[in-house]
């Protein structure tokens, strides 16, 4: 039993000797490439690759500033350290108490027994002490805070 035209598959290809139907072309021809998928499918690997290269390479550098700055931190921490156990040294130092015993042990200095007022006379009277000038400039310890 011979198939009829109609029945039969629309993609086979006519037989010998069968009739073909004329068909008209209509709008513009397009063609696939063969291997247009496979660039497109690269193209997509590609981009995927760069993105999670770059995206890589960025939490590097971060991971890498962040080491940097906790060395820092830990560096600023050993100064304050050392800043603070040196300020405790010069209180120390500078101790009226430890200045005088240094004075009367090492350099044989010694408060005096006797204190002598001189009266001035009234030629040339002694000034007293007046309040002390207005711009009076004292030199700052090292490291001193100025508010």
Same mark, same amino acid.
């Given at each position: ?10 993609? !086979? &290809? /006519?037989? !010998?000797? +069968?009739?073909?139907? *004329?068909?008209?072309? #209509?709008? $513009?021809?397009?063609?696939? &490439?063969? =291997?247009?998928?496979?660039?497109? @499918? ?12 770059? @995206? ?6 971060? +991971? ?12 600023? %921490?050993? @100064? +304050? ?14 101790? $009226?108490?430890?200045?005088?015993? %240094? !004075? ?6 010694? %408060?005096?027994? %006797?204190?002598?007022? #001189? $009266? =001035?006379?009234?030629?040339? /009277? #002694? /000034?007293? *002490?007046?309040?002390? /000038? *207005?711009?009076?400039?004292? $030199?700052?310890? !090292? ?5």
């Amino acid at each position: 039993m011979a198939r009829s035209g109609a029945a039969r598959s629309l993609h !086979a &290809r /006519p037989r !010998a000797g +069968e009739e073909r139907l *004329p068909l008209k072309v #209509v709008g $513009p021809v397009v063609r696939a &490439r063969r =291997g247009s998928s496979h660039y497109r @499918a690269l193209a997509v690997y590609l981009l995927v690759a760069a993105s999670v290269a770059l @995206a890589l390479g960025g939490r590097i550098a971060v +991971e890498s500033l962040d080491m940097q700055q906790s060395a820092l931190s830990q560096q600023v %921490y050993a @100064a +304050e350290t050392a800043q603070a156990e040196l300020k405790l040294s010069v209180g120390k130092l500078s101790a $009226p108490q430890r200045i005088v015993d %240094y !004075a009367s042990t090492h350099l044989n200095l010694a %408060y005096p027994t %006797y204190l002598e007022v #001189v $009266p =001035g006379t009234l030629a040339h /009277p #002694v /000034p007293l *002490p007046q309040s002390p /000038p *207005p711009s009076v400039q004292v $030199p700052l310890a !090292a490291g001193a805070n100025v508010r």
